[in-house]
């Protein structure tokens, strides 16, 4: 079944630098990659989604960019704010799979 | 603005006993999940409940079950509760299963003794 690897599981950036978080997936046939967020003794909360018919995407200060010829895809934070503190979580969904798998997280710390 | 409601917030109980976590949701979405987050904050499904279609991770031990009266409510009953079973327990709804932004509610951490 498909596996979704998040490489770094902690990040430190100073705030208004950028942050970058990589995840790669196994299987080909995955068509959605949504992003997490997950603060501090809270639940999670979507961020941000790609489907496999484009390789870009952006909303506000978040880019995630899509390469399915290495099956990876990552989530870039510009301008980072404390508040973008967090755990951040990449997941896959295979077309016509009803299970949507995480990777194993990474925690965000923006330094004042 | 919270739109999925778990209750309780946290149990502790012994091993052996039977829980129920309960779960809804106002949205008015379709599907309902439940997820297991574990000490490493590691997520795994473990159930998809849509139009009276439960869908189940057959890595799921059986002493796990869900239980829906309406597309609204998913409740997670465990019947025999073990040590490692200690986890938070997430509901989460979306509009549909393909593709779909999920809801998350806040979790139900459950400790077992």
């Known amino acids: 079944g498909e596996k979704v690897e998040q490489h770094e599981s902690t990040l430190s950036v100073r705030e208004g630098d950028s942050a970058v978080i990589n995840c790669t997936y196994t299987d080909t046939a995955s068509s959605y990659f949504p992003w997490y967020k997950q603060e501090a003794g809270k639940s999670l909360h979507f961020v941000i989604d790609i489907r496999s018919n484009v390789d870009r995407k952006q909303s506000q200060r978040l880019t995630v960019l899509l390469d399915k010829k290495a099956k990876r895809f990552s989530l870039h934070i510009t301008a980072t704010q404390p508040e973008d503190s967090a755990i951040y979580f990449c997941?896959?969904?295979?077309?016509?799979?009803?299970?949507?798998?995480f990777g194993s997280g990474t925690q965000l710390t923006v330094m004042p | 603005e919270t739109a999925v409601f778990q209750t309780p917030n946290y149990h502790v109980t012994q091993v052996g006993n039977e829980v129920s976590f309960n779960c809804k949701q106002t949205?008015?979405?379709?599907?309902m999940y439940w997820y297991k987050q574990d000490s490493k904050k590691l997520l795994k499904i473990m159930f998809s409940y849509n139009n009276k279609q439960l869908i189940v991770n057959e890595t799921v031990p059986r002493r796990f079950s869900p239980q829906s009266s309406d597309k609204a409510h998913l409740n997670l009953r465990i019947k025999s509760v073990e040590p490692e079973d200690s986890a938070v327990y997430l509901c989460?709804?979306?509009?549909?299963?393909?593709?779909?932004?999920?809801?998350f509610g806040p979790g139900t951490r459950l400790t077992v003794l």
């Open positions: 997941a896959a969904r295979s077309s016509g799979s009803w299970q949507l798998i």
């Open positions: 989460a709804s979306s509009y549909n299963r393909g593709g779909a932004e999920q809801f």
């Open positions: 949205l008015g979405h379709d599907t």
